[in-house]
């Protein structure tokens, strides 16, 4: 299909990779700037793929502590160089990522964290729930492994929408961050603590007041 030149001109600047290259992809995902993006990821032709071999060793550790002190989360966020690591736009994004800890409360970092472990005790849960809802036995499997989908969405923080814009992942967000800055960075590991947490105490929608405290 044809693609227009504002479609082109949006995706070389998400990936960093050259006109033709993105015009070429936009025609193969007809015009889906999503999966266009990924399709040069896999093609290695994206700047966030370019760089994602390489060693990343520098960064910050931030502190994200929710209005009243109910939540904390440290999280340790890798760049290339002290240089970037001291700059505005990273230092932004590593804040993004803390308050998203923060909000979205996500259990790993990504999908291979998950072990085999919780993975099956997962798997068991979602298959007898399927079970309970009535539903045959011989399209359980498909089911549980759909719902294994959303559990990754939920848990594992570079698949979760992004709390500032739901129509991104932290993963697409961190590509662009990527190919704005020019190195590789990788959120490595964090922390987060909730007041009382274990015990029996009101459940609050904390996203709501994390967002309402960034928008003030």
Do not use: W
């Not at 989360?73 to 890798?78: D, K």
């Not at 760049?79 to 990522?97: N, P, R």
């Not at 979760?160 to 993963?171: A, E, H, M, N, R």
């Amino acid at each position: 299909m044809a693609v227009n030149a504002s479609a082109v001109k949006e995706l070389r600047e998400k990936t960093g990779a050259g006109m033709l290259d993105c015009k070429k992809a936009l025609e193969e995902a007809n015009g889906d700037i999503t999966k266009a993006a990924e399709l040069l990821r896999e093609k290695g032709l994206s700047a966030a793929a370019s760089k994602a071999g390489r060693a990343a060793t520098e960064g910050v550790v931030e502190s994200y502590i929710h209005a009243g002190g109910r939540i904390g989360v440290l999280v340790e966020v890798n760049c290339e160089t002290d240089f970037v690591g001291k700059t505005d736009q990273f230092k932004e994004f590593v804040k993004d990522i803390a308050m998203q800890i923060a909000a979205a409360s996500p259990k790993f970092v990504t999908r291979e964290e998950v072990s085999t472990e919780e993975l099956e005790k997962e798997k068991e849960i979602l298959k007898a729930q399927a079970l309970n809802e009535g539903k045959p036995e011989k399209i359980v499997e498909k089911m549980v492994e759909g719902r294994i989908g959303k559990y990754y969405e939920e848990f594992c923080l570079l698949e979760q929408p992004f709390v500032k814009d739901p129509d991104k992942t932290i993963s697409q967000l961190l590509n662009e961050k990527i190919s704005q800055i020019g190195e590789n960075i990788s959120i490595r590991r964090f922390v987060r603590y909730e007041l009382g947490e274990g015990l029996e105490k009101k459940v609050d929608n904390f996203v709501e007041e994390v967002m309402s405290q960034v928008n003030k």
